[in-house]
């Protein structure tokens, strides 16, 4: 979203009590078992936080409330005086969990503040709720309904990691639930927009603003109301039962992390694509990132897609604040302004990324000096090429390509095409997470027969795999018989994979005991006729689009649904070994792709990398097509 003439007028933030060093959270958050030092260590050692605030004290007792915390935070921003308030008529306020179940977290603040009468709008979610917070407001000022507005946000996770809050269930917590409580902390951050430029000093004019929910193809990775066994919090008998169940534990799903990674990348290539964001204009980067450990996958994917923003430009307070979840960015940009200093014309990029559901937003500011409302405005972007739709004619962490081991080297026609590969497999993604089959393995609702059922649709389309590989490969002439022994080198890894599979299928309870017998559906043979068509043909390079589709399948969307499946369907045997073997070596194939990739365009240019992105387009659409097909 575009935005005109709405600006950050002024940022405040709060932080509860003094600074507590590593050497002092168990005076706070008490260790639950013989594991909890061994699992702090090492979640402390992972994430970089040297200090953080709690909003408790070391009796556990609550010294602030959420309200309270917010509150401060807004005096911060807009003072104590009298006439703070004046023309101040909205106010959008968020938090993961605030004080109440009822009211919303806006009217707690309001109160708290004792503010004049206006209109309070609550957001509640995780990181990205402050974002949508600052969406709502910036809209509503852009609009005309509002004058000037407040977005504060605050979190207070302290209080759910107090060592009795686990008594219920034993303090065997498992691990998804023990690791938070050395990730998050308590504080505040608020800031002021305005359709006016102050009288003095800078402001930052809000350019764009970017948010994107994939909750309706992702699963669930953070959250809190729900058992480890599945049981919602409302449907026990009573509180007590609910929380000796663990089901009011916070949660976090670490595995499914790659996914964030992944549909935040692709979402950032397609932004740049279209020209909303230009990262060589990028003078500061501030990126929310829970730990220390996922800033280099961060750097990495923009380094693979040759969109990077030097490090020497990216911000952070982490090290000193901690993770403050929807607080974060705003505590961010407020000690950034601090410490930094910008000047008028340099342009600032916010990036926050949320595991609850997987959201991602983006926003662009620009420093403008007071009375020059026009200064370095970015230009709109004139008639953005549109993402390509699917249905048109590294480290364990990285996300599929773009993928490099050496980004530097790379031809500016390989990193185009990567990009533009990127955007095709967001929509290809997109329709994968919402086919039948992955509905009901998110919903628990996926039984044996379901995935007996698919696994006896998909052996025999593996089993084709090598054959139209050696076949492309032996149609190769000599323009590209460079790329020969590479293809049957691959297919070579391939060629027994389709036994696993249906020593899987069997084991699972599949009951046709000939592969022979075996049959794809319709959509499986669609794709299959398409891959030996087009081996068919003299130099058929634009496979390597094809194999782009179905490697990265198993490295990035394999591993995600194979927790699940294995919790759904419980023991079944050795059944899901395919499964695991494709996400454990997919990665290695992928970089063999890039490197046959790269030798391809090398000898082809340009005209090469469109047949690449063509079939790669087709082979989405028919591979999606398939998985839509199992029901």
Known sequence: MRFEDVYVTATGAYFPGDPVGNDRIDDYIAPLNAMSPRIKRRILGENGIHTRHYALDTDGNSTHSAAQLAAAAVRDCIGTDASAFAGIDLLAAASSCGDLILPGFANQVQAELGAPAMTAASHHGVCASGMAALHHAALALQAGSHREAVVATAEFPSRLFK??????????????????????????????????????????????????????????????????????????????????????????????????????????????????????????FLCHYSSRKFAPVVRRCLQLAQLEIPEARWYSNLAFRGNLGSASIFTMLHDFLRERQPRPGERILLFVPESGRFSVAFATLTVVEAGDATASRPPAPA????????????????????????????????????????????????????????????????????????????????????LWMREAADHLTPKYAVLRETVHHHADDEQYDYNVLF????????????????????????????????????????????????????????????????????????????????????????????????????????????????DARHVAVLYARQLAMIR
């Not at 993928?403 to 329709?431: F, G, I, K, M, N």
């Not at 130099?539 to 094809?546: E, H, K, R, T």
């Open 163 to 284: 060592r009795s809050r686990f008594a219920p269930a034993g303090y065997n917590a498992d691990f998804d639930a023990h690791f938070l409580r050395w990730m998050l902390s308590d504080g505040a951050g608020a800031w002021r927009l305005s359709r006016n430029l102050p009288v003095a000093g800078i402001a930052l004019r809000l350019d764009h603003l970017h948010l994107k929910s994939f909750s309706g193809e992702l699963p669930l990775c953070m959250q809190a109301g729900l058992s480890a066994g599945g049981r919602r919090w409302g449907d026990y008998p009573d509180f007590s039962a609910a929380d000796a169940d663990g089901a009011m534990l916070l949660r976090q799903d670490i595995r499914l992390l790659p996914q964030l990674f992944d549909v935040a990348t692709h979402e950032y290539v397609q932004l740049a694509e279209a020209g909303i964001v230009d990262p060589a204009a990028i003078d500061h």
């Open 383 to 466: 008639a953005a090429t549109p993402a390509p739709a699917a249905d048109a004619a590294g480290a364990d962490d990285l996300p599929p390509p773009p993928h490099s081991a050496d980004p530097d080297t790379q031809l500016p026609e390989v990193a185009r095409l990567l990009r533009e590969l990127a955007l095709v497999w967001h929509d290809y993604r997109s329709r994968v997470w919402r086919t039948p089959l992955v509905r009901r393995i998110l919903d628990g609702s996926v039984g044996k027969a379901d995935y007996v059922g698919w696994m006896e649709q998909w052996v025999p389309q593996v089993r084709e795999g090598s």
């Open 503 to 614: 020593e899987d299928y069997r084991n699972a309870g599949g009951r046709v005991a000939s592969l022979d017998a075996l049959r794809r559906n319709p959509g499986g043979e669609a794709l299959n006729a398409y891959l030996h068509a087009r081996a068919a043909q003299p130099d058929a390079v634009g496979l390597l689009g094809a194999m782009y589709i179905i490697e990265g399948t198993g490295q990035r969307i394999v591993p995600a649904l194979l927790p699940l499946l294995r919790q759904r369907l419980g023991w079944l045997g050795k059944s899901f070994r395919f499964l695991a073997y494709h996400g454990e070596n997919d990665v290695a194939h992928l970089q063999r792709w890039l490197q046959a990739l790269e030798v391809a365009i090398g000898i082809g240019g340009r005209e090469a990398a469109d047949e690449i992105l063509e």
